[in-house]
Structures are given as C-alpha cells and as structure tokens.
C-alpha cells in the first residue's frame, strides 16, 4: 500500500506593507476627516485665490467715482492753471482697465481668464485702497484748497511735470540704472567670492572675519570725503561705494550659507570621488542659494540709498541729482514726481529680484515665507 502523499494547501501571500507615503496619506485624511478646522486651514493655504466680484466691483466704482470728481467739481483758483486733464486720463484709464480684466476674469474657462481671475483676487483690496487715497488727495489739493501749492500739488500735477519734463527725467533714469547695475555687479561678485572663501577656507575666515566686521557696517556716508578724492571721477567713486555696500550683506550671508552646509554632503561626495571643484560648485553653493538670496535682497535697498547719497553729493546725474536739482529751485510737484519714480524703479527690481529666487528656488515652496 503506498503512502499517500500530501502537499499542504497553498496560503495567499500576506498583504504588502504599506509605503511610507501611503502611511502618511492614510494619517493626513484621518486628520483631515477627524478635525474639519484643519482642513479649512489648509484649503484656504493652497487654494488659488479667485475674483471677488465684490470688491472688483467696488474698485471699478471707485476709480470711476474719482474721474466723475475730477471731471465735474472745478479746482479751486490756486490750481486751475495746471488743469486736470492727465488726472482724469488716469482715474479713466484705471477705471477702464480693471473693468476689461474683471470682464475677462468672468471667463475661467481661458488661460487669460484664469489669470484675470487670480490677479483681481489678489489685488482688488489694494486697487480700492488707491482710489479712496486718490479720491482724498484730490480734494484736499485741487477741489478745497486745504492743502495749498507748491508743497502739496494734486496728483494730476505730477503727472503733468513728469511729462513735461519726460527727456531730462528719463536721461536721469538711465543714468540711475547704470551707476547701479555696475554697482551691484561689482559689489555682488567681490561679496561672493569673498563669502565662499571665508565659508570655505579656516584659513581665510580668520584673517577676513575682522575686516567685514569693522569694515561693513561703517555707514556709506563716513567714506564720501576719502572716496571722491581717491577716485579720478565722480561715476567710480559712486560705483565703489555702491559695491561697498553690496559687498557686505553678500559677503555675511554667503559665508554664513557655506558654513550651514552640512557635512554629511561632502563626506559623501568624496566617499565617490569627487574633487574640490564639484564639492564648491556642485555642493556648497547650491546649497547656500537661499542665503545668497537673501544677501541680494539686504542689499538692493541699501544699495538705494547708496545711489541717492552719491547722486546727491557727487555725481552730476541721476534721480538723486535731479531730485535734489529740482528741491534748489522749488520745483516740488517735479520732485515729486521723481520721487513716485524712483518708488516704482525701487519696488519693481525687488519684485524681479523676488520672481527670480521664486523660481530658481521652486524647491523651497511653502517651506520659507518672504
């Protein structure tokens, strides 16, 4: 009789184990599910902001209201010589403007609209704030009279003198944003090297660490009389002490981005092979971009302020000249209207600046907060 021989009934395999990812997708929607404040919190985090039909419609109002003001209250005595014309065009334009986006906004279905949508989302508020400043200034100054010529024209004035003035006044422009793009370009590249040497090399930290901390922080004004007799021209003296003050925020920064590097990254890049080059160009400063950006946003406003003083002082061109012209022969609605200039001149580079890290930076999304 032979043996029977039995083979044991094949068991199912056990289930996978779940993924990290998939544990952690698993602990996110029971949060979610459990606890509903925190999942507002968060929709109203990501969610793209939309147009508020609202408040864009207020803003159109608004800017209508005040071309309505302009157009039918007539100015008081004092400012009727300088007409209203380009304060009207502007409120009209305004006006006109947003509703044509808003209009375009009512389509999301488009790219276009999509991003009407968004950009009246994000800045209808501010538009409204606008034209109640606008609607104000325009009382106060051309339809009352409480605030009287020449140190408070109304804003069609400004608009006027720039206008009038729009060759001299675009020359000083120019010649602004040379003086300052080879100022930081100097400065930024010296603040550069100078920081990944510090960064890099003991050596180096020991012997420049003084020299930036005695020698950065001296106010740029301190140096005008040494460096316009040091200098054989006004420009080169004005790009040193514009690259002096670009130079030191970089330089900290940067041997700072350098230092925080850590260790772990280039003992396992020389575990592989890799030689000094790739570990400075492949390793330390692509891990020091955050604060080699940061370094370039300290410095652009001091940088400002840099270009100004010297303008003022020394070189015989620029916004800074030309405002500080226009103040010697009380020209003030002028001067005004170079200041409003240089405000958007001022504000429009950070925000490049700002587009630029955002996107060489992609990775850092949500992470840090400017």
């Known amino acids: 009789m032979t043996a029977l021989t039995t083979?044991?009934?094949?068991?199912?395999a056990p289930p996978a184990a779940p993924s990290v990812a998939e544990q952690d997708a698993e602990r996110r929607d029971g949060v979610l599910a459990a606890d509903p404040v925190v999942r507002s919190a968060l929709v109203r985090r990501h969610r793209p902001r939309t147009v508020n039909h609202l408040l864009t419609g207020i803003a159109v109002g608004l800017w209508a209201a005040g071309a309505l003001?302009?157009?039918?209250?007539?100015p008081t005595r004092a400012f009727t010589v300088h007409g209203e014309r380009p304060a009207l065009a502007l409120a009209s334009v305004i006006a006109v403007g947003l509703a044509a986006v808003w209009a375009l906004a009512a389509r999301p279905g488009t790219k276009a609209g999509l991003q009407a949508s968004r950009w009246l989302g994000a800045w209808a508020p501010w538009w409204i704030t606008l034209a109640v400043v606008f609607a104000l200034w325009e009382l106060a100054t051309a339809k009352t009279g409480a605030l009287t010529p020449p140190y408070f024209p109304p804003p069609g004035q400004l608009v006027t003198e720039a206008w009038t003035d729009r060759v001299l006044l675009g020359q000083s422009i120019g010649n602004s944003l040379a003086l300052?793009?080879?100022?930081l370009f100097c400065g930024g590249i010296t603040g550069l090297a100078t920081g990944l040497w510090m960064g890099w090399s003991k050596q180096a930290g020991y012997w420049l660490n003084p020299i930036v901390r005695y020698i950065g922080p001296v106010p740029t004004l301190a140096w005008i009389p040494i460096v316009f007799i040091a200098f054989p021209s006004s420009f080169s003296a004005a790009v040193f002490l514009i690259a002096l003050t670009v130079w030191f925020p970089m330089t900290v920064l940067t041997s700072a981005g350098i230092r925080s590097v850590p260790r772990d990254?280039?003992?396992v890049c020389q575990t592989l092979g890799a030689s000094n080059r790739f570990l400075i160009f492949k390793v330390s400063l692509p891990a020091a971009l955050p604060n080699i950006f940061t370094g370039i946003f300290m410095a652009l406003p001091t940088a400002f302020v840099t270009l100004t003083i010297a303008e003022t002082l020394g070189v015989n061109s620029g916004l800074g000249w030309y405002i500080n012209w226009k103040k010697g022969w009380s020209a003030y609605p002028a001067m005004y209207a170079a200041i409003a200039v240089m405000v958007v001149l001022c504000g429009s580079l950070l925000n490049l600046e700002?587009?630029?890290?955002?996107?060489?930076?992609?990775?850092?999304?949500?992470?840090?907060?400017?």
């Open 7 to 12: 083979q044991p009934a094949s068991r199912p």
């Open 69 to 74: 003001l302009v157009a039918l209250v007539p």
């Open 180 to 183: 300052l793009a080879v100022g």
């Open 265 to 267: 990254y280039f003992d």
């Open 354 to 370: 700002l587009a630029i890290r955002n996107r060489v930076l992609a990775w850092q999304k949500d992470l840090t907060r400017w």
